[in-house]
Structures are given as C-alpha cells and as structure tokens.
C-alpha cells in the first residue's frame, strides 16, 4: 500500500482547505484510513478516520463540525475537508492505513503505512 497526501498550503483563518490522500494497493471493501497531524514541539494526534465497513467517521473533538472526511473508491482516494480553520490547526497532516479493519482510536500504532505528510499553515 503506498498514500501520498496532498493539497496542504497556506490559507488565512476561516477559510479551507481539501486535502487528499491518494492510495494504491488498498482494498475498499474492507480499510481504515485515517488523518492525523503533528506540530512542531508536540505528539501525533489522530483528526479522523473512515471505516469502510460501516462508514464510521470519528473525529477529535477540536475538529468537530469543521473537518468531513470522505472516501472515494473509484478515484482510490480519501478527502479532508477543513473548514473554518483556525491558526492552532497549523500542522503536518499525514493519512495513514490501519493495520486492521477498525479505526482503533486513532492509535497511530495500530497504523502500518504512512504517506509522507503535507503542510498546512493558517495564518491569523
């Protein structure tokens, strides 16, 4: 399986942004893939994730009601669109496949394959 993200840049508060995580390898009838970020000086944090067998989609709470992940298995790719965005949702964004078929919390342990990340930066 490989993901590369993409669609991360430079955007003012309150506006938005769609990021894209393209994947190769992955069966859609049974996946987990999820979005998670890291700033600079602090942990990975998972932001949400798409279950594909019941079409669960958990997101942190600082992200709730801002942030829709979506799927597209025709087009072998998974969406973050990010509303509203503020200056502290400033980070790496990574999406990443579950090892198994679940969302296991956002536990990037539980995570085998990672794309290489993309920047977004919202300025105030």
């Known amino acids: 399986v490989q993901l590369v993200e993409s669609g991360g840049g430079l955007v003012q508060a309150g506006g938005s942004l769609r990021l894209t995580c393209a994947l190769s390898?992955?069966?859609?009838?049974?996946?987990?893939v999820a979005w998670f970020r890291q700033a600079p000086g602090k942990e990975r944090e998972g932001v949400s994730c798409?279950?594909?067998?019941?079409?669960?989609?958990p997101y942190t709470d600082a992200v709730k009601g801002r942030f829709t992940i979506s799927a597209d298995a025709a087009k072998e790719a998974v969406y973050l669109q990010m509303n509203s965005l503020k200056p502290e949702d400033t980070s790496i964004y990574y999406c990443?496949?579950?090892?198994?078929?679940?969302?296991?919390?956002?536990?990037?342990?539980?995570?085998?394959?990672w794309g290489q990340g993309t920047q977004v930066s919202v300025s105030s």
């Open positions: 990443a496949e579950a090892a198994g078929t679940y969302c296991y919390g956002m536990d990037a342990r539980r995570y085998d394959f």
């Open positions: 390898g992955l069966s859609f009838d049974d996946y987990a």
């Open positions: 798409i279950q594909g067998s019941d079409g669960s989609t």
